[in-house]
């Protein structure tokens, strides 16, 4: 069965500090792995998208890596911020199965 | 520019009711489909379209069902809504399905009692 497992399930850092996020995928074949940002409320905001080929990809504060080999990926926010509280979700999809296999997300809170 | 457009933003029906969630983008994207978000889940996806006048069952689609008769448009109906389909439906719309301009609606927040 295709998973997209995440982790930490949540993760409360001080604003200011870096944090790591992770997904571990078995989506087989892959086509291509996404990091979506959702406030609480809201519907989710594409941060980076990388293919097979790629293996860091940048948005401002936040570093997304792959490692297609060993099929893991991490998000990497600098410098964190109030407003980076919410919940981060990982997609990875395979055009060739037809879908798009939705992490269940790790929600960041970033406290003062 | 809206984007992808969502309505209504919160809805209650009685079990047993029919509606029809609607979604709308600008962008003249021809990728769009619908998830449903439970809390403490991922999003599943119910149906896809991958362009006027095609239609496709995602990973939910049962209870469901949708249409695309313009590249704009890609209303959700609930035939018979049930308590299970209380959930939050997002929209999402994309270039193509490589998921690029990958863009999601606010969502619809569905109460069914």
């Known amino acids: 069965k295709n998973q997209v497992e995440q982790s930490p399930q949540s993760l409360i850092i001080l604003e200011g500090k870096n944090c790591t996020l992770q997904?571990?995928?078995?989506?087989?074949?892959?086509?291509?792995l996404r990091w979506y940002k959702q406030d609480t409320g809201r519907g989710p905001v594409s941060l980076t998208i990388m293919t097979f080929s790629e293996n860091t990809k940048s948005n401002g504060r936040y570093t997304a890596t792959l490692d297609a080999d060993t099929k893991q990926s991490s998000l990497h926010i600098t410098a964190s911020q109030l407003s980076d509280s919410a919940s981060y979700i990982c997609v990875v999809s395979s055009f060739s199965a037809g879908k798009s296999t939705f992490g269940d997300g790790t929600t960041l809170t970033v406290k003062p | 520019n809206a984007g992808v457009t969502q309505t209504p933003k919160f809805q209650v029906l009685k079990t047993g009711q029919s509606m029809t969630l609607q979604c709308a983008q600008d962008m003249n994207h021809e990728y769009m489909s619908w998830y449903r978000q439970d809390p403490g889940m991922g999003l599943r996806l119910i149906h896809y379209?991958?362009?006027?006048?095609?239609?496709d069952q995602g990973e939910v689609p049962n209870g469901y069902n949708v249409s695309r008769s313009t590249t704009e448009d890609f209303p959700l109906r609930l035939l018979s809504a049930a308590p299970s389909q209380t959930s939050v439906y997002f929209c999402?719309?994309?270039?193509?399905?490589?998921?690029?301009?990958?863009?999601f609606g606010s969502g619809t927040r569905l109460t069914v009692v």
């Open positions: 999402a719309s994309s270039r193509d399905r490589d998921g690029y301009g990958y863009t």
């Open positions: 379209s991958v362009g006027a006048g095609i239609t």
């Open positions: 997904c571990n995928y078995t989506v087989s074949p892959f086509s291509n």
